[in-house]
């Protein structure tokens, strides 16, 4: 398995601003994810975060509004840009295991935007 | 795009009763696992299960990836099963829409 840690656990933000979550996992994974969940709701595939290169973002997902890096095997992070109150949700970092396909989530990151 | 479906949507439970929880989805997987999101958000992982049967405890979990279904078994209920079970397929990450179980004590 693999312990994910998620900085911040819980923000509130100002309409307007960023935010940028960070995402630390305790053991070199092959891959890494970012989700959203929005209140209520299951979760959504925003990207995936690629080492040492520009993230792969489903449809739906922009660069400009999730930046996402991933500078080594082991941390990423998330950046929720010029937010709106419908960017209130959970953010979630999750990743695959070496050994299988397998995937762990991170506590996750709970978003409130005013 | 894989449609995952999860049935039912909502379940109340008395503590001690037996539950299955099921997901279907609409093409062949290569990776499912059953998740269940405690009250606090956190999700935790249950079963990887592709194909086959395993079993951990209280929980078990089927899938016939020939028939694109799979359960999750859930017996002698507790009041800390409480929360949403997700099933997901991660051909391209599909989430089912979630069971929410409330288990009373």
């Known amino acids: 398995s693999a312990v994910i840690s998620q900085k911040p656990s819980r923000d509130i933000c100002q309409r307007g601003t960023s935010l940028t979550i960070q995402c630390q996992v305790d053991?070199?994974?092959?891959?890494m994810f970012w989700y959203r969940q929005q209140p209520g709701q299951s979760l959504t595939l925003i990207a995936t975060?690629?080492?040492?290169?520009?993230?792969?973002?489903e449809s739906g997902f922009v660069i400009d509004k999730f930046p996402i890096s991933r500078p080594n095997l082991t941390f990423s992070t998330l950046t929720v840009s010029n937010m709106s109150p419908e960017d209130s949700s959970i953010y979630l970092c999750s990743v695959a295991i070496l050994t299988s396909n397998e995937q762990f989530f991170g506590p996750g990151t709970r978003l409130t935007v005013l | 795009g894989i449609q995952v479906e999860q049935s039912p949507p909502d379940l109340i439970l008395q503590e001690g009763a037996n539950s299955t929880l099921r997901c279907n989805f609409s093409d062949s997987v290569n990776n499912l696992q059953w998740f269940h999101q405690n009250p606090w958000g956190q999700l935790i992982n249950l079963f990887y299960i592709p194909s086959g049967t395993k079993q951990n405890g209280r929980l078990s979990a089927t899938t016939v990836a020939t028939e694109r279904y799979s359960l999750l078994y859930i017996s002698s209920s507790q009041t800390t099963d409480s929360g949403v079970y997700f099933c997901a397929v991660f051909n391209k990450f599909y989430f089912g829409s979630g069971t929410k179980l409330n288990v009373k004590p």
């Open positions: 975060a690629n080492q040492g290169s520009e993230a792969t973002y």
């Open positions: 053991s070199q994974v092959t891959m």
